[in-house]
């Protein structure tokens, strides 16, 4: 069992990885400023072995104080996705990038690092070319750039693990709207339309449960699994969005979905991607991505963002 330093546990992911330490028996720090509000770790609170601190992850003495005594750090504090890094750069830059450095420094070489960056790191792939954890990064958004050096500084530093996530979907207490699953999840269910932009872009998927099972499966075999970046996503979910679209389509048949001829998706990235690197050393995902959509339909139809409509 370990001492861990969760940074940014209180979102998205943080809300389904902190819960799982814990009831593994792992003690748990969580250091978050709370920008997406307080409720997700409302249920580790009975735990006697969970702390919480609120507070700024770039903050430098905050961070060298947490970090005494800890095995290991999973930072996961950040800006996340194109948009909000793009509204705030300094932002972006000084946590997804500048706050890792620090972290970095004031942590001993014995102490360990695993950290979740995005496998948008890949940019544009080649037609029908799978990318493997060899394939050069060559990150387009300000989002994939800071957390590809993020990568490269605690690979550089040793005794760490890096994770490549694929999208993430599934619902959570903290529901992340502007991942594209998501987000195209809500507008198929309350909606019941969508206009796609270039629809034949790819990506890869990965339910949030499964992203909880690889860190920790990563845990448990980080001494195999060390230094080394690992691809996470679901092998058989390498789809463009309009296959996506199509995938929703059999579970809601009144959806409707049109490519538009015009426009373009500001989030360039277009890639397939191989996960066989982390299935060799025997992870295995639990849910297909129609489970995840099964999923998604009801908790779409509880959460509804009505607050300047009528109904
Ligand atoms: N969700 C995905 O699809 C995905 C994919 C690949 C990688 N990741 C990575 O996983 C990590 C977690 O992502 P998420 O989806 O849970 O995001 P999220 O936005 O839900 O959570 C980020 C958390 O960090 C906190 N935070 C932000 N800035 C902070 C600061 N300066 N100090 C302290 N706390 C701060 C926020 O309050 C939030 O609780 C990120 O590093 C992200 O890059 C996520």
């Not at 307080?38 to 060298?64: H, I, K, W």
């Not at 970046?229 to 409707?256: M, R, T, W």
Request: a negative charge.
């Amino acid at each position: 069992m370990y001492d861990i330093l969760v940074t940014g546990g209180a979102g998205y992911l943080g809300s389904v990885l902190v819960r799982q330490l814990l009831e593994k028996g792992n003690r748990v720090t969580v250091l978050d400023n709370f920008m997406f509000g307080p409720n997700s770790l409302m249920d580790c609170c009975d735990y006697e072995t969970f702390q919480v601190v609120r507070g700024d992850t770039r903050d430098r003495s905050l961070l060298a104080g947490l970090v005494k005594g800890k095995d290991m750090v999973i930072p996961l504090a950040a800006l996340v996705g194109m948009p909000l890094c793009h509204r705030d750069t300094l932002g972006a830059e000084t946590t997804n990038t500048g706050a890792i450095k620090t972290l970095t420094e004031v942590l001993s070489p014995q102490q360990k690092i695993l950290i979740p960056i995005t496998n948008s790191g890949y940019g544009v792939g080649q037609e029908g070319i799978y990318c493997t954890e060899e394939t050069p990064l060559n990150p387009i958004s300000l989002y994939g750039k800071t957390k590809v050096d993020a990568e490269r500084i605690v690979l550089d530093r040793g005794n760490s693990v890096s994770l490549r996530l694929a999208t993430v979907f599934g619902a959570r207490k903290r529901m992340c709207w502007d991942l594209l699953g998501n987000e195209l999840f809500y507008r198929a269910v309350n909606d019941r339309f969508i206009v796609i932009f270039e629809g034949h872009f790819k990506r890869n998927y990965i339910h949030i449960r499964d992203v909880a099972k690889a860190f920790m499966h990563v845990i448990d075999n980080f001494e195999t699994m060390k230094d080394e970046p690992y691809n996470v996503g679901l092998s058989d979910a390498n789809i463009s969005k309009l296959q996506l679209c199509a995938e929703i389509k059999e579970l809601l048949p009144d959806f409707i979905y049109i490519e538009a001829e015009l426009g373009e998706d500001p989030d360039k990235r277009d890639y397939i991607v191989s996960n066989e690197k982390i299935e060799k050393t025997g992870f295995k995902p639990d849910y297909t991505l129609k489970r995840g959509i099964i999923e998604l339909i009801k908790a779409y139809t509880v959460i509804v963002d009505s607050r300047y409509r009528n109904v």
